[in-house]
């Protein structure tokens, strides 16, 4: 491939797969600290041996290579905190269940749930111990008590609890997601339990939140409504705690959520704007220097006050770079630039490889340098309004391309409208952030009149009209769509080869096409079959009961809800497992007293307590609705292997009853803390 000719890209993919390492198999430090300076020591040896030869050997390139992936495995471990012996997690005292006094400082404000609100917070003291480590922080919520701020300082007396795994199979797990950002536990308090101190320290990220929260209160008093405000928040401050979720759902389902995250192309279209109002700088003594050192500060700056998600790092990173390289006239090649940003990105933050936002920001990039140029060459129209429409369209185009693998991975969606919102959107989106900054700019300084801050909303709500429009038409959204992970490299190399035919349509190039495509449809076959597993699972829902017999592909859904509640069941609980296991026929059935699993027999006493059968001995039983009865006697009737308890029996009785169960060493599964219970067979 010629993109692999440049020796950064390689030494880039090198460090990735590094990281990828350290993270999968958890090296300790010390070993790749040592790894890491033997192989610098040889890759010197190499070097000097090198110089002085003649004819060249691979084994200096080897060295390098080598090195690389040690450091990539050096970072991630450098960069873990449970890796400083001061990190709170290693404080012996956090695990006895005890209370704590922690002194904390707010670090970020997150969305808030249904019952708490919700604080990524950076501890400092355990007991007058100094400490440091990111935890999550959830406070009961209180419509009398104000939201804490970043920067602010409290200390509470609280237990430290481990982050919630999810209970049922395929589903988001939150744990995995925050442990990706360094955080181990959580912390539940109310509002009257945190003590606020007095502090002098401010940080970068507190006074962004200031900025974000003054320019808020300006825009306010401009009567824009709710979700004008919040959709502002999301272009221009980067903020997307407070789009309601119909909003982001439209935005979703149309193929446009990538408007509402600033990433590449909200950052290409500020610098190209401020090039143009910084352009009479270059008329000074030293303009060009001055003009590249304002445009960098500037993004840098804006990164900063949109919270440094991965996304905006990435953006900014690249086009600084770029920046840098273009003003200073010297060559750049955007492979370069963008393997260079990517190096720097990972080298201070290694877990942003693991970042949904940061991978398909990267891909959708990567798409549009390679692939654009490919189709758009395929037809070359004579009117420029034409042209620059077909030009957006093969951008975008490109870059879903880039990312439909990906997307279909972590989503299990399509929207085949996505051309149309962005087709629609994109050509104004330059005018809309030009727009929004110049209104900020006004508030902030007293002199926005308000028929022009009424002008904005309204094309705020227009634009969120046309989306909520285009999301509708649910016949060209394709949803539940399994692609596991074998999916998406399989999709890669058939996109690859598809794009090496076009290049260069000769035998070669069809011959690579037709065998990655036979490897795609190799692996789906293998996947169904393997998936053709029988499987009976008890799910687990609060105060109800839901069962799903899994025979090949088809599931057999029995339950006990009411239609809103099974409503909701059926768009999270039923439909990731259903897709997780590509399961393509789902059918309703009533909770029935016996199952017959092949070899295994299982047993359901609801709260009637009747199980009075003496011939039949189940293997498993599983108790639902809080049933009274002597489980003692239960256990010594029918003699079941395992006993089940799911989410529609009280706390009080599971407790009782696991605490029978362990006295008589029989094996006790309880939903709420054990998550879903499988039965194959």
């Not at 953006?315 to 955007?334: D, E, G, H, Q, Y």
């Not at 016949?475 to 080869?497: G, N, P, R, T």
Request: net charge positive; proline share 3%.
């Amino acid at each position: 491939m010629p993109l692999l000719n440049f020796t950064i890209i390689k030494l880039t993919i090198c460090f990735i797969v590094g990281i990828v390492i350290g993270y999968l198999f958890n090296i300790p430090l010390y070993i790749s600290l040592y790894l890491t300076a033997f192989l610098f020591v040889a890759l010197l040896v190499f070097y000097f041996i090198a110089k002085k030869q003649f004819i060249k050997t691979n084994w200096f390139g080897l060295s390098s290579f080598l090195m690389m992936i040690c450091i990539g495995i050096l970072t991630i471990n450098l960069h873990n905190e449970k890796n400083h012996s001061n990190h709170y997690t290693n404080q012996a005292s956090i695990e006895n269940d005890s209370l704590k006094t922690i002194t904390f400082r707010i670090r970020e404000v997150l969305k808030s749930g249904n019952f708490h609100d919700k604080y990524i917070i950076e501890i400092l003291e355990i007991d007058k111990s100094k400490v440091k480590g990111k935890s999550l922080l959830n406070v009961q919520k209180d419509s009398t008590q104000m939201a804490l701020k970043v920067d602010d300082l409290f200390i509470s007396k609280t237990v430290f609890q481990n982050l919630n795994q999810p209970l049922n199979p395929h589903q988001f797990n939150y744990r995995t997601y925050l442990e990706k950002k360094y955080i181990y536990q959580q912390l539940f308090v109310s509002n009257q339990s945190l003590l606020k101190v007095s502090s002098k320290t401010h940080s970068l990220f507190g006074l962004a939140s200031n900025i974000r929260e003054y320019i808020n209160l300006k825009l306010k008093s401009h009567h824009f409504r709710p979700d004008e405000l919040a959709i502002i928040n999301a272009l221009l401050l980067g903020q997307r705690q407070n789009i309601s979720k119909a909003i982001y759902s439209n935005y979703t389902n149309a193929g446009a959520i990538h408007i509402l995250a600033i990433s590449g192309l909200h950052v290409g279209m500020l610098l190209i704007i401020l090039s143009f109002v910084l352009r009479p700088i270059e008329n000074f003594k030293h303009g060009k220097l001055i003009k590249t050192f304002l445009l960098v500060l500037i993004l840098w700056c804006f990164a900063l006050i949109a919270g440094l998600s991965a996304s905006v790092t990435r953006a900014v990173t690249m086009f600084s770079i770029l920046t840098i390289a273009m003003n200073l006239k010297r060559p750049t090649n955007i492979y370069n630039t963008l393997a260079i940003s990517l190096f720097i990105i990972l080298l201070f933050k290694p877990m942003f490889l693991f970042d949904v936002g940061f991978q398909l920001s990267y891909l959708a990039v990567f798409a549009i340098v390679i692939v654009d140029p490919v189709i758009y060459k395929q037809w070359k129209p004579k009117s420029k309004i034409i042209d620059f429409y077909w030009h957006t369209f093969t951008v975008t185009l490109s870059a879903q391309l880039g990312i439909i693998p990906i997307s279909l991975y972590y989503f299990h969606q399509f929207p085949s409208l996505f051309f149309i919102s962005n087709l629609v959107i994109i050509p104004f989106l330059g005018l809309i952030l030009g727009l929004g900054i110049l209104i900020i700019l006004l508030a902030i300084l007293n002199l926005l009149p308000q028929f022009i801050a009424n002008i904005y909303g309204h094309i705020i709500t227009l634009m969120n009209d046309f989306i909520a429009w285009v999301s509708r038409q649910e016949l060209f959204l394709i949803k539940d769509i399994a692609f596991s992970f074998w999916y998406v490299l399989a999709f890669y190399l058939v996109i690859i080869c598809l794009l090496r035919f076009f290049k260069k349509r000769h035998y070669s190039s069809l011959k690579y096409l037709l065998m990655t495509i036979m490897i795609f449809q190799g692996i789906v076959i293998y996947t169904n079959y393997n998936a053709s597993t029988n499987a009976f699972i008890i799910f687990h829902k609060s105060r109800h009961s839901l069962i799903g017999n899994m025979i090949h592909n088809k599931m057999i859904v029995a339950q006990d809800l009411d239609l809103d509640t099974l409503s909701k069941v059926k768009n999270n609980i039923i439909r990731d497992y259903a897709v997780g296991n590509h399961i393509d026929v789902i059918e309703k059935d009533s909770l029935r007293p016996i199952y017959l699993l092949n070899k295994s027999k299982l047993l359901i006493i609801d709260s009637l307590g009747i199980y009075n059968i003496k011939s039949f001995k189940p293997d498993y039983v599983l108790l639902r609705q809080s049933p009274k009865i002597n489980l003692n006697r239960l256990i010594d009737s029918i003699k079941p292997k395992y006993i089940i308890a799911d989410g529609s029996n009280y706390r009080s009785y599971m407790e009782k009853w696991e605490a029978i169960c362990k006295k008589r060493a029989l094996p006790f599964h309880q939903t709420s803390k054990k998550g879903a219970f499988v039965i194959e067979y």
